[in-house]
């Protein structure tokens, strides 16, 4: 009798219990997805990274360069930092490269990428910081990193000098989705673009960098749809550089952005076979390439 008293009682605080366990499992469901919904700004601009970049940004005078700092002010009244490193001869005549960070650091940390353009290929460099990255005022989103990559580009075709020399976008990572969607948009202005480690979009690279979160990708408000971007480039020549050991964009989604690309422009890709997320621009056969891309893709006059 005993026993079927104790488990009509377990019976029924299970049924009592049940909707409460509901609730609670449903309510901490419903806070994660809260929670990456909010923060995923946060994770995805680690202007943090490494620590102490949004207070020391590296100058290219320590590098051995000229240059000016500015002050941007983007189309919704952020103010963003940019370093403009220009010939000290010939440099109405020489192409200008815009240079567009990945996803941690600041534009100072570029800086030795920065060099190779300027001493090397004898390029004038413009620089910048994203809201939210280095002293850049702000915090980054998708919105407010285009309206940044906007201010430089126009900087660019406004600068007395500047205006009329020949532009080749350069974006790495996070930079490369600013890059193809600021081309997307600009593409009359600019007469060649240089992506590397670039990925298909936001949501697609998710399942590889954290599996677990592959069913939340419809959360994803920050996209970065490069993929879509890459079809609207009609007339620009377009360098795909491709580290083959990138632990963090798949291979694959570079190659699939080459496929898609169809310009009359001219594209070339380089893969490289040792190149990591972090150190493919390290790698012998990075430079080599841009070289000749740009003998091949702009002419002889530009190396």
Aim: aromatic share 10%; net charge positive.
């Amino acid at each position: 009798m005993s026993s079927y008293f104790s488990k009509r009682s377990g019976s029924q605080l299970a049924k009592s219990t049940l909707p409460y366990l509901i609730l609670g499992s449903t309510t901490i469901i419903i806070s994660g997805i809260a929670l990456l919904y909010t923060f995923q700004c946060s994770l995805i601009y680690t202007a943090n990274y490494p620590k102490g970049s949004r207070k020391h940004v590296p100058k290219p005078s320590d590098y051995g360069m000229n240059y000016i700092s500015l002050v941007l002010e983007t189309r919704d009244d952020v103010k963003i930092r940019a370093y403009v490193c220009k010939r000290i001869e010939g440099a109405s005549t020489r192409p200008t490269v815009l240079m567009l960070h990945g996803t941690s650091g600041n534009m100072g940390h570029r800086l030795p990428i920065a060099r190779k353009f300027f001493k090397d290929f004898k390029c004038n460099v413009m620089l910048v910081s994203y809201r939210g990255y280095g002293k850049s005022k702000g915090s980054p989103s998708e919105k407010g990193l285009r309206l940044d990559a906007q201010a430089a580009l126009d900087y660019i075709k406004q600068d007395s000098i500047l205006k009329d020399t020949k532009l080749i976008v350069f974006g790495q990572a996070l930079g490369g989705a600013v890059a193809l969607d600021l081309v997307s948009r600009n593409e009359s202005k600019v007469d060649a673009l240089i992506i590397e480690n670039t990925f298909l979009s936001i949501p697609k690279i998710i399942p590889h960098i954290a599996p677990n979160l592959r069913y939340l990708t419809f959360l994803c408000s920050e996209i970065w749809p490069s993929e879509n971007y890459i079809t609207k480039l009609q007339t620009i020549p377009i360098l795909f550089l491709s580290g083959l050991k990138d632990e963090i964009v798949p291979p694959q989604h570079m190659k699939i952005l080459y496929e898609l690309a169809n310009t009359s422009g001219g594209k070339m890709i380089q893969e490289i076979e040792n190149g990591s997320h972090h150190d493919t621009v390290s790698q012998s056969d990075y430079f080599p390439k841009i070289g000749e891309f740009f003998i091949r893709m702009l002419g002889e006059e530009f190396c």
